[in-house]
DNA sequence: TAGATTGTTAATCGATTAACAATC
DNA sequence: TAGATTGTTAATCGATTAACAATC
């Protein structure tokens, strides 16, 4: 298969593309938001951040959807880039480890905003179940696989300890969960074809105090000792 | 400048590596406290969620720290690595933003066990300075250049919403910080030599979004669409 | 010495970038 | 037609991986 059909033309994007047409989905909403009807590939890098040669790149993976001379069109772009990415559709979550920062995540108006539903909030802490977060109840682990099957949820966020992570994650494997966004400092083993994205706050200071190490003491600017 | 004395050996480590590192340094925790005195390079790649090639690769960017036919002596590794992320140093840090998500950042003990000392919360709400945060005082964010000059922060956190995000890291380059953590939805425009990471919660899911949709409904055995 | 495992080499792969032909 | 800007090409760069010589 070397040819593609117009229909399958969208496929095997680069992952590093991948990860940034959400940024560049934020960028044209935010350019709509503005009253901004097209834009040219220059601008609109510069508001994602990236510059206009890797823009051009990244889109002409999923397909062509600007005009020579004249730029994208950001509504249609936009919605291009919001199916080629899936949140067009609504995507039930489970969040499971109702602590600070379970909390948080529960209040995160950036989910809901993006076609991300929460439908359940697990503890395995009975003192939490009497708990109502952001409008939705806190409710036994044990409820993971009947929520999960109810609501056709593909895609967990575990925010729990560490030592307690991969007990979460086995159970939303066999619960039938694919994708998982893990909060907890734990490397998770799940078997293939299951997805796991890892943040970890610690790992990003870290990566930041070796280059602020490598900076050395501010100086009376501290611009002089720019890397390269 | 192509030859290198010893004392400067440890320089120029890729990005991808340094990435890791803070991994690495976990993993070597883990084993240290479960009373491992020494590990072969495929026992801590496998602790690290990597293989045994990129993990030697990595640290041979360090220097030379095992010792063929026998391994790596866990606590020596893990002080290296320490050292050369420059975790063995302590590292004050303000938190500006103090919402749902800065209250569970104020309160995560990752980063004090790994030599992050939260020194300040700012917020530009007073209604919020009344309060305290895991023990820290909320103050006005018009501190923060006093705060900075008075602890030596090197690093700013930012958990605002987007629309306050750039002029909080204005404010953070003007007192003299080079390395930003940035939680708000926005793309930030710093000068050279000022490191910006981003942590992206809505970006995350939206990346597991795009792979989920390509694995297409839940069959009797969700494996067996496993990606390549 | 024989077995084990590191550190390094070299091949491969994927991502970035600049330049420009295509084309509106 | 002339000017502008995309989509693509090709060169470059950096990261990954397997294999193995060095060496404990």
């Known amino acids: 298969m070397t040819e593609r059909t117009p229909t399958e033309a969208a496929r095997d994007i680069p992952e590093a593309t991948v990860a940034r047409l959400p940024v560049y989905l934020r960028a044209l909403t935010s350019l709509a ?8 590939s220059e601008e609109l890098a510069t508001a994602a951040g990236v510059n ?4 051009r790149k990244d889109l002409s993976h999923l397909g062509s959807y600007g005009t020579r001379g004249v730029g994208y069109d ?30 948080a995540l529960a209040n995160f108006s950036g989910f809901r905003s993006r076609g991300f539903r929460v439908v359940a909030l697990l503890d395995a802490d009975p003192s939490r179940h009497a708990e109502q977060v952001a409008g939705v109840d806190v409710r036994p682990f044990s409820d993971l696989a009947a929520i999960v099957a109810e609501h056709g949820v593909a895609i967990g966020v575990i925010s729990t300890p560490a030592h307690a992570a991969q007990d979460v994650a086995d159970a939303m494997v066999s619960a039938g969960i694919r994708s998982i966004l893990n909060f907890a400092p734990a490397v998770l083993s799940v078997p293939q074809g ?23 003491p501010a100086g009376l600017d501290g611009r002089l000792e720019a890397p390269a």
Do not use: F
């Open 74 to 103: 950001v509504e249609y772009l936009r919605y291009q880039i919001a199916r080629e990415i899936g949140v067009t559709q609504d995507w039930p979550v489970v969040i499971v480890g109702i602590g600070n920062l379970g909390h």
């Open 33 to 40: 938001e503005a009253g901004t009807a097209t834009c040219s």
């Open 52 to 55: 206009s040669a890797k823009l």
């Open 194 to 216: 299951v997805d796991v994205r890892k943040v970890d706050l610690s790992i990003e200071l870290q990566i930041l105090a070796y280059h602020e190490q490598r900076k050395g």
